[in-house]
């Protein structure tokens, strides 16, 4: 279990990538990432990494480029966040009951970490998940989010296979919810809708009203 800073530099080869990224656009976050949102948190959502001209840019997980779209408008849509668009890190959004965050922390080459930098990062997300309340909700989006998930909770992905709409029991009755990545490709593809989307919190907000949560 790691604490977060945004002066990490465990996987050298993000360390010098977010370098060179810094040198480019110097007005860019080009750092690690921090998780967004309440740290004890009845829902957490977990993202691959920070995007390019997202996250890195911005400085706040799935804030500033198209990935952020569907999913900030179906936390509003769900009473976990105050607006429905997320511009910037000081525009006054604020999440309520859920937090945001990445497998990865820092932007990765082409947007593809090594899993040895998965594995690196892993114990940020473990921290972030030791203090969920029992019986909080995890939306993995995308499969490398749901290992990192997985793996953070002393699993094995071969229990717990990847699949868009899947549920699965972890420890202190805590349940990971998987979708498709809100990707630009996999929205305007269509291999993610929004109808889908609200389908994954539907189940979501039945599992948590089934614990108290209101």
Same mark, same amino acid.
């Given at each position: $279990?790691? !604490?977060?800073?945004?002066? #990490?530099?465990?996987?050298?080869?993000?360390?010098?990538?977010?370098?060179?990224?810094?040198?480019?656009?110097? %007005? =860019?976050?080009? +750092?690690?990432? %921090?998780?967004?949102?309440?740290?004890?948190?009845?829902?957490?959502?977990?993202?691959?990494?920070?995007? $390019?001209?997202?996250?890195?840019?911005?400085?706040?997980?799935?804030? /500033?480029?198209?990935?952020?779209?569907?999913?900030?408008?179906?936390?509003?849509? =769900?009473?976990?966040?105050?607006?429905?668009? @997320?511009?910037?890190?000081?525009? /006054?959004?604020?999440?309520?009951?859920?937090?945001?965050? *990445?497998?990865?922390? #820092?932007?990765?080459?082409?947007?593809?970490?090594?899993?040895?930098?998965?594995?690196? #990062? *892993?114990?940020?997300?473990?921290?972030? $998940? @030791?203090?969920?309340?029992? /019986?909080?909700?995890?939306?993995?989006?995308?499969?490398?989010?749901?290992?990192?998930?997985?793996?953070?909770?002393? @699993?094995?992905?071969?229990?717990?296979?990847?699949?868009? /709409?899947?549920?699965?029991?972890?420890?202190?009755?805590?349940?990971?919810?998987?979708?498709?990545?809100?990707?630009?490709?996999?929205?305007?593809?269509?291999?993610?809708?929004?109808? $889908?989307? +609200?389908?994954?919190?539907?189940?979501? !907000?039945?599992?948590?009203?089934?614990? %108290?949560?209101?």
């Amino acid at each position: $279990m790691h !604490r977060f800073s945004t002066a #990490c530099r465990r996987c050298p080869r993000l360390a010098r990538h977010l370098d060179q990224v810094r040198e480019a656009h110097p %007005g =860019y976050h080009a +750092r690690p990432v %921090g998780p967004f949102g309440p740290a004890k948190a009845w829902l957490l959502v977990v993202g691959l990494a920070p995007g $390019m001209h997202g996250a890195n840019r911005t400085g706040r997980p799935f804030t /500033g480029d198209h990935a952020g779209i569907l999913l900030y408008e179906t936390l509003h849509r =769900y009473g976990f966040a105050s607006r429905p668009v @997320s511009e910037g890190a000081r525009d /006054g959004l604020r999440l309520s009951h859920c937090r945001i965050t *990445n497998a990865v922390k #820092c932007l990765p080459p082409a947007n593809r970490p090594l899993p040895d930098e998965v594995r690196r #990062c *892993n114990g940020y997300l473990l921290g972030e $998940m @030791s203090v969920l309340p029992v /019986g909080a909700a995890i939306l993995a989006l995308g499969v490398i989010a749901h290992g990192a998930v997985v793996t953070a909770a002393g @699993s094995r992905n071969v229990l717990h296979p990847f699949r868009h /709409g899947a549920r699965h029991e972890l420890a202190r009755g805590i349940v990971l919810f998987d979708s498709y990545h809100c990707s630009r490709y996999n929205t305007q593809t269509r291999r993610l809708t929004p109808a $889908m989307f +609200r389908g994954v919190f539907d189940a979501i !907000r039945q599992h948590l009203s089934a614990t %108290g949560f209101r």
